[in-house]
């Protein structure tokens, strides 16, 4: 990612919020959209929105795939900056939107375009905006899980890290299995539930040697698997995205007139 | 003391396809097997620390595995030149060059070299190629007698098992097995002492080194510019098995070819770091045709049997980067499946991320659909790979080959097209929203779900699941989030970073 | 077609490639570095770095479990040899038959003790090219493996010794028997400082420069062999000693003699 920090900041974005996001957590959109404001940013919703495509893409069904990232790429094809909240939707826009239509003159010229304009949400805010100081307050020992495709895929690893240590009051502790995979995987869950849960208990017992009370990632995907394995294990450990984290503490309306 | 090891005739445990619900069945059995977890954690404490400080200390680590990348990409384009260049190179300084095809008759032309060269005991430096082409029983039943020499192969020998992992061959097996193992196979005094057990294995085969006829190893690398084949070892039984006997043969498949003798240094330097950390194995034997006049010990003869046995297909394929495999394991290492599973479930020869590629490619789809699949795509595979294989995207490619074949159950088929038309219509996606969340109504408590109806049900076995929330992120976007402004963006950039 | 010619054409379909014939094909190198000039460089650098090189070798191999020790004249070299044989209770010892061994004049040292000596010479009165297949050649190396198989220590010089990684480079030449290296319990090699070189890079230079051929350069083997024999197959225990020497000296002498 290059650092943009230079140029004026942007004025206004569209959101692309997951469907993960808008159907099982609302509050993480809700987060991003607000922390965008206080940083003065507008944000565009645009209603046709729906997957990213990667659940079929990931299944192998390229062709509905491509059908639901088609619409994409003509909805969002005005938007000079595209904040995706999630890592792995952020890749399946950057990394395979490109890919999908790579045999297509017209639809691969727009997908590489689009992709140059994708940013995650942590990456956007370290590199675009260039967020130095934040004003969040949260009080708590958080640790932070690198959800693999925003790591490998994207290479976003320290930004994360840099913003967290930015809220006031949050002591941030590692866990010594950050970067290993927490057995989500989409339908891996469901499909060799057995497998993934052996994964999930790891990363469950990695965090619980942490001792942290909050865990922080930039997934809802992989925040749905780990807080529902430890909620059936009666854990009280708090899970938050990081947009929440960032927001946190603040006031939630951001008040102020258009220039 | 018994110092030879009976045939095994009957198919070794772990070594047939197992097929998904077979799959299924030893991945679940692996992960209630105790000593197997065991020692599973060996590769978290041990093998995986060990590559990451030497890649580390290094210094150029990225440099070199791009070099190496590139360094099989290009000799990927032009392996038929390679090749026959190797060959050429070889023939002359004394090396038989023989073509298999396939394993079937990779068997039958090292059959012919020992029957032609009156051979009876052979032994066997340890080689995946080997392990690949069933060699060992088609030996046996041809009246051969065979020895596996590295000591991890030796092990699962006499356990009539296959290996679990592509260079540690028994990390599978706590030392208390072992012990037991040696003890019940070669009468030797039990005992759970590391280097004891050791030296046994070192006493009990130095005498089949000494006797046998013929050496089969495999090759790490072959070297087109000089004709030459590369072993690297550590115990010195590939050593032994390629200068004791009177014939060798080496069995190596088509894309262990580099070019020079100048790209050995690199591709050595990222294969031993990865694969051990170590900074080179203690022993690299560079074989360039067999003994000469003046040698006093070597090999009279010198056989390199290359084979394609389903490589050409994957050369030809989107996958052809599974080819650049350097057979490391540092894929299995890091790889959270094969952690928690271990190496036989996956049914075949190749183990972890670049077995779930290969097994597909070199065994068929058909029984091995399950494979690409079961995968999280986390990609930890791909770091740690000296060449840089995207194995994630391979996987993705075979998953959309298994679509395009139909090798996908009907119920998800209809899923995905349903699936579809609802992401297609934004209106339909927002009706159908409202419609799940009334429905799980009854069944959510404080935001979760603790069962989930068939085909689901496996997540909530063991894990809560989110009810989807009462007000979607679009409903709260149309009632209120729209409404909100940012606040006023001034001059200075630095303003509304620090507001209030 | 023979089977040769079938396995490539097979490769050459999967390449999509036509047959080309050999003199219109693009060359297969795609760098050809000026190998005279690139030797020259070599030895001016290795020179220039030898002290620096010749620690860097103990430090390697030692790290690798071999045994390193500075000696500097002949006398010192033998008395560590007796020394070590002594220690070892040693009946047997097989050694190459190389210019700096006969000038160490080590036999009559081990004699004394009661140590056999064998070296691994050719025949008496044969001429290394044209011994292949001779009565005598089968007779010397039928006796010589016998000894090998029952001496407790080989004694060898070495080729070059490689600094960066501690390696000791023994090339199968006339009078270099490779069971020296690899069939009794300890092996000790000999090495002058003038034959340090700094890496594997390096050797592979000096072979490809080599006269005219590489290949007769290479011998029929070269073993690289740093340290004793090891393996990690039980539980990823590392245990020195399996099929090859469980112990390596290397003495490295320093007397100012490079021939």
């Known amino acids: ?173 590692p866990m010594d299995l950050a970067e290993q995979c927490c057995g989500f995987g989409g339908t891996f869950a469901v499909k060799y539930p057995e497998i993934s849960d052996a994964m999930l208990q790891k990363k469950i017992a990695s965090l619980k040697r942490t001792g942290a009370d909050t865990l922080v990632s930039c997934d809802a995907g992989c925040l749905m698997h780990i807080a529902g394995g430890l909620r059936r294990q009666g854990e009280t450990i708090r899970i938050m995205h990081l947009a929440e984290l960032l927001n946190a503490g603040s006031a939630t309306e951001a008040q102020a007139s258009e220039p | 003391m018994p110092t030879h090891i009976a045939g095994h005739t009957a198919p070794r445990r772990g070594a047939e396809h197992l097929g998904t619900a077979g799959f299924q069945e030893h991945a679940r059995q692996a992960l209630q097997d105790a000593p197997l977890q065991q020692a599973l954690q060996l590769l978290v404490t041990n093998f995986v620390p060990r590559r990451v400080a030497a890649m580390a200390a290094l210094g150029n680590a990225e440099e070199l595995r791009t070099e190496a990348r590139a360094i099989k990409e290009r000799t990927m384009a032009r392996l038929d030149e390679y090749l026959e260049l190797f060959a050429t190179q070889a023939h002359r300084v004394g090396v038989q060059v023989h073509w298999a095809r396939d394993a079937a008759e990779a068997r039958q032309i090292i059959t012919g070299i020992a029957q032609h060269s009156g051979a009876h005991v052979i032994v066997k430096g340890k080689s995946m190629a080997t392990e690949e082409i069933h060699l060992n029983p088609h030996l046996e039943q041809h009246g051969y007698e065979v020895v596996e020499t590295d000591l ?112 050995l240094a690199v591709m050595l330097k990222v294969l031993t770091n990865s694969a051990t950390g170590q900074k080179i194995s203690s022993y690299v034997t560079m074989l360039t045709g067999p003994r000469r006049a003046h040698d006093l010990d070597g090999p009279e003869e010198l056989h390199v049997v290359i084979m394609d046995n389903g490589r050409s297909a994957i050369l030809r394929s989107a996958n052809r980067e599974a080819l650049y495999c350097l057979r490391c394991g540092a894929c299995l290492n890091v790889c959270p499946i094969y952690q928690n599973i271990g190496g036989h479930a996956y049914g075949w020869v190749y183990p972890g991320p670049i077995g779930a590629v290969l097994t597909p490619m ?64 934004p209106r339909l996606y927002e009706a159908v929203i409202p419609l799940a969340a009334l429905a799980q109504k009854p069944f959510v408590k404080q935001g979760w779900l603790s069962r989930l109806p068939a085909p689901f049900a496996g997540w909530t076995r063991s894990r809560d699941f989110k009810a989807v929330a009462a007000r979607s992120f679009r409903q709260r976007w149309q009632e209120t989030l729209q409404h909100e402004r940012p606040v006023a963006h001034g001059a200075a950039p630095e303003e509304g970073l620090v507001h209030e | 077609m023979s089977s040769q010619e079938a396995f490539l054409a097979r490769v050459r379909r999967a390449l999509h490639k036509d047959a080309v014939p050999p003199s219109s094909r693009p060359p297969l190198w795609w760098r050809d570095p000026d190998v005279g000039e690139a030797v020259a460089q070599l030895q001016t650098r290795l ?132 069971g020296v290296s690899l069939l009794p319990p300890v092996h000790v090699a000999v090495a002058r400082t003038s034959q340090v070189i700094a890496t594997l890079a390096d050797y592979l230079l000096l072979a490809q420069a080599a006269g005219v051929d590489p290949q007769q350069y290479l011998t029929s083997c070269v073993s690289f062999v740093t340290g004793p024999s090891r393996t990690g197959d039980i539980e990823l225990k590392l245990t020195v000693g399996v099929h090859g020497p469980g112990e390596l000296h290397l003495l490295v002498l320093d007397d100012g003699n490079t021939a």
């Open chain 1, 1 to 173: 990612m290059t650092r943009l920090a230079e140029r004026p900041r942007p004025a206004r974005v569209a959101l692309f919020v997951t469907c993960l996001g808008d159907v099982f957590y609302p509050e993480v959109g809700e987060a991003t959209v607000r922390l965008l404001h206080r940083l003065g940013i507008a944000v565009d919703f645009p209603l046709g929105q729906t997957c990213c495509g990667q659940p079929a893409f990931n299944a192998g069904f390229r062709q509905p795939a491509k059908d639901v990232a088609r619409r994409n790429l003509a909805l969002f094809a005005k938007a000079e900056y595209i904040i995706v909240p999630s890592g792995s939707c952020a890749a399946m826009w950057r990394v395979f939107y490109p890919e999908l239509f790579a045999d297509d003159p017209v639809l691969g010229e727009q997908a590489e375009a689009l992709a140059a304009r994708t940013y995650e949400l942590a990456e956007f805010l370290v590199h675009v905006v260039g967020v130095e100081r934040l004003s969040a307050v949260f009080h708590g020992k958080v640790t932070y899980h690198a959800s693999c495709h925003l790591l490998r895929e994207l290479g976003i690893a320290e930004e994360p890290h840099r913003l967290i240590s930015q809220v006031e009051g949050t002591e941030l502790v």
């Open chain 2, 152 to 263: 991890g192969e030796y092990i699962i020998q006499l356990a009539g098992e296959t290996p679990s992992h592509i260079i540690a061959p028994a990390i599978h097996k706590t030392r208390q097995q072992i012990a037991t193992l040696l003890h019940e196979q070669l009468g030797t005094p039990y005992t759970e002492v590391i280097p004891e057990m050791t030296q046994i294995a070192r006493r009990a085969l130095r005498e089949q080194f000494l006797r046998a006829d013929m050496g089969i190893t495999g090759a790490n690398f072959a070297i087109a510019e000089t004709g030459s084949i590369v072993l690297v070892t550590n115990e010195g039984n590939g050593r032994l098995s390629s200068t004791m006997p009177r014939v060798h043969v080496a069995v190596m498949g088509m894309e262990k070819v580099i070019p020079r003798l100048a790209d």
């Open chain 2, 362 to 425: 070199f065994t068929g789809l058909d029984t091995a659909q399950h494979l690409p699949r079961a995968s999280t795509l986390c990609g930890a595979c791909r770091e740690a790979c000296p060449v840089k294989i995207n194995i994630p995207h391979l996987l993705l490619n075979l998953r959309q080959q298994l679509v395009e074949r139909h090798d996908t159950s009907w119920a998800e088929r209809v899923l995905f097209t349903l699936w579809s038309w609802v992401m297609r219509h």
């Open chain 3, 47 to 178: 020179a220039a770095q030898r002290p620096a090189l010749i620690a860097q070798v103990q430090q390697e191999l030692e790290a690798a479990g071999g045994v390193v020790a500075h000696v500097y004249s002949a006398p010192e070299a033998v008395a560590y040899i007796t020394h070590l044989a002594q220690q070892k209770d040693t009946h047997l010892v097989v050694r190459w038959q190389s210019d700096l061994l006969e000038a160490l004049e080590v036999d009559d040292a081990l004699y004394q003790q009661g140590i056999t000596v064998h070296t691994t010479a050719l025949p008496p009165g044969t001429v290394a090219g044209e011994a292949t297949g001779t009565a005598a050649m089968t007779a010397r190396g039928q006796e010589l493996r016998e000894w090998l198989a029952r001496a407790d220590l080989g004694l060898s010089g070495v080729d070059y010794v490689i600094a960066e990684t501690g390696t000791l480079v023994l090339m199968a030449r006339a009078g270099q028997m490779r």
